[in-house]
């Protein structure tokens, strides 16, 4: 099975911030690769599909990029709304795995 | 728009079933792949399974493979998951999800989730 493997596990930033979350294959996925943002209590929102292409309705500061096995979600300036946790999801083989996800919390 | 609802989630002691059932309106249900997500309360997420549109195909993670059974009604615009053999580690909050294109890739819309826990 193939495993996602996201970095940092936590990260402190501050409002206005460039964010970069990494996110490695143990195998090559192409660019099958979405990428999610989690709320407290809410369902999981895709961000990102097919490694760099922006879903519908979200903001241009989100940007995707990578292929293979190495990946990035950055948003360039990140505002009081993107405090949440991030995940990355395969969708190259059998089983869709996730990352283990990313906090992005307030500095 | 598109809604997805999950119910059935209850407290079962180890070794019993469950069914989830989904019920989906605001879209077209037959023309979509359907995933199962779960989380466990505080952690991440953990995807479970897949059903193609017409039913004619299913994947399932190893951890649920041979006791979790996908399936669909496109008749009801439902979706199941069938349980048997739970364990303490199913403990979790189950999502079904429409999938981002259709044809069996990431979910891309999520229902709010119903709560399975496994305890005795």
């Known amino acids: 099975d193939i495993q996602m493997t996201q970095s940092p596990s936590t990260l402190s930033a501050s409002v206005g911030d460039r964010v970069t979350i990494t996110c490695r294959a143990s195998q090559s996925i192409s660019s099958w690769l979405a990428w999610f943002q989690q709320k407290p209590g809410k369902a999981p929102k895709v961000l990102i599909y097919k490694a760099s292409n922006l879903e519908s309705g979200v903001p241009s500061r989100f940007s995707g990029s990578g292929s293979g096995t190495e990946f990035t979600l950055t948003i360039s300036s990140l505002q009081p709304d993107d405090f949440a946790t991030y995940y990355c999801?395969?969708?190259?083989?059998?089983?869709?795995?996730f990352g283990q996800g990313t906090k992005v919390e307030i500095k | 728009e598109v809604q997805l609802v999950e119910s059935g989630g209850v407290v079962v002691q180890p070794g019993g079933s469950l069914r989830l059932s989904c019920a989906a309106s605001?879209?077209?249900?037959?023309?979509?792949?359907m995933h199962w997500v779960r989380q466990t309360p505080g952690k991440g997420l953990e995807w479970v399974s897949l059903?193609?549109?017409?039913?004619?195909?299913?994947n399932y993670a190893d951890s649920v493979k041979g006791r979790f059974t996908i399936s669909r009604d496109n008749s009801k615009y439902s979706l199941y998951l069938q349980m048997s053999s739970l364990r303490t580690e199913d403990t979790a909050l189950y999502y079904c999800?429409?999938?981002?294109?259709?044809?069996?890739?990431?979910?891309?819309?999520w229902g709010q989730g119903t709560l399975v826990t496994v305890s005795s």
């Open positions: 605001g879209f077209t249900f037959g023309d979509y792949t």
């Open positions: 999801q395969q969708y190259s083989s059998y089983s869709r795995a």
């Open positions: 059903i193609r549109w017409d039913g004619g195909a299913t």
């Open positions: 999800a429409k999938d981002g294109n259709g044809s069996g890739s990431y979910p891309g819309y």
